[in-house]
């Protein structure tokens, strides 16, 4: 096998400084590319309109920005994306994709027809909030996605388990292989932590204790399932607090304001951080929180489970394909039904009364979750797409 430079165009809707776990999977997996001598560009969505409307290069890897007018859900529509990406198409030796996206059937175009790899990462079944033109949306995604499937050499998931239970990638099981998300995060630092812990707490009565929670106020987090855990977990440790780190004014869902009554009856044990930017606060955030708790519906892995237990916090997750994977093989955290608030309380109380059972190593962590293997094999994956596409 070659071990020549590739030529990688990745393909995605939002890119850095957007910051969401699928941004930043990507982020971490090109610029590593990169480092590795491999020409990388990315092409997305201009989405907001202060960002540099030319090519950028950011830490070696050459950003291009399309123009981006119209939203639908979640998703932006580019009108200039066929031309600019067929012409990207031609100069590259193979195409990353990430999926859910709308242009997957273009890419499946262009790289049956120029001869070019075609690699997808699943990033989760796309799920909307109900109403019509959500079902439209996903049925039509999910089309265009099938397209590319067909095309594609590779298709990468996060876990074995995830793909198991993926309508996405059920047509797909004989190309698709398991590689663990990209993380990387330092190590906190301890006297801004202690700093952090007592500024949460206040005065505190001995016995309160931090709950974290990282992610955006969404419906598919339910992070309303924690919030209402909160009886359960006062009765042993009363005063305790939920820390939230993320996004809540979503423009494209009202979670937040449907769960205005619920969060203001709790309002002295919340405290929203927002959307924590720098890689050292986060590993303090935490690192001074007691445990990290994961209530979602859907998840397809969650990569704050792994920085928050290279932090040395443990973590509650809800038992549902991908998310659960994480506390099954590192046995540093409990599982718990999903839309359970008794059992997620529960579950929390259990951790928080034996801390010392669930916390492993660094070294023991960095065996199972580490940033190199998941480099290797999306290297590996890349060649091997880009030689069978030219035979």
Not at 197 to 216: S, V
Not at 227 to 244: C, D, Q, R, S, Y
Request: charge should be neutral; charged fraction near 25%; glycine fraction near 6%.
């Amino acid at each position: 096998m070659s071990h020549d430079p590739l030529k990688i165009l990745i393909a995605l809707q939002y890119y850095v400084p957007h910051r969401t776990g699928l941004t930043l999977h990507v982020q971490r997996v090109a610029e590593r590319l990169a480092e590795r001598g491999h020409q990388v560009t990315v092409v997305s969505a201009r989405y907001k309109m202060d960002l540099p409307r030319d090519e950028q290069v950011i830490n070696g890897v050459r950003v291009i920005r399309l123009w981006a007018p119209i939203r639908v859900t979640r998703g932006m529509v580019m009108p200039a994306y066929p031309w600019a990406a067929f012409r990207l198409t031609q100069l590259h030796d193979v195409v990353s994709i990430h999926t859910p996206m709308l242009e997957t059937s273009v890419f499946a175009l262009y790289t049956r027809w120029l001869k070019r790899g075609l690699v997808i990462t699943h990033h989760g079944d796309l799920i909307l909030p109900d109403g019509w033109f959500n079902r439209f949306v996903q049925w039509f995604t999910f089309q265009n996605y099938k397209i590319a499937g067909n095309a594609a050499q590779r298709i990468i998931a996060y876990s074995q388990d995830y793909a198991d239970h993926s309508y996405y990638i059920e047509p797909f099981k004989q190309k698709t292989h398991p590689v663990y998300p990209p993380i990387d995060i330092p190590q906190p630092q301890p006297s801004r932590v202690e700093e952090l812990k007592a500024e949460w707490l206040g005065d505190g009565n001995g016995r309160a204790r931090l709950i974290g929670y990282a992610g955006r106020f969404v419906e598919e987090k339910r992070p309303d399932v924690l919030i209402k855990a909160l009886p359960i977990i006062h009765e042993t440790f009363p005063g305790t607090k939920i820390v939230l780190a993320g996004e809540y004014d979503i423009k494209y869902e009202d979670f937040y304001e449907r769960n205005t009554a619920l969060i203001e009856q709790y309002r002295e044990h919340l405290i929203f951080l927002g959307l924590i930017k720098d890689p050292q606060e986060l590993a303090n955030f935490y690192a001074a929180v007691d445990v990290l708790a994961l209530p979602s519906d859907t998840e397809c892995f969650a990569l704050v489970q792994v920085e928050a237990m290279r932090c040395g916090t443990p973590v509650v997750s809800t038992d549902i394909p991908g998310a659960r994977v994480v506390v099954q093989v590192s046995g540093m955290g409990e599982v718990v039904p999903p839309r359970d608030p008794l059992a997620m309380g529960e579950a929390i109380v259990r951790v928080l009364d034996n801390p010392s059972t669930y916390r492993k190593s660094l070294a023991e962590i960095d065996s199972i979750f580490n940033l190199d293997q998941t480099v290797d094999r999306y290297e590996q994956f890349l060649r091997e797409a880009a030689q069978e596409a030219r035979r």
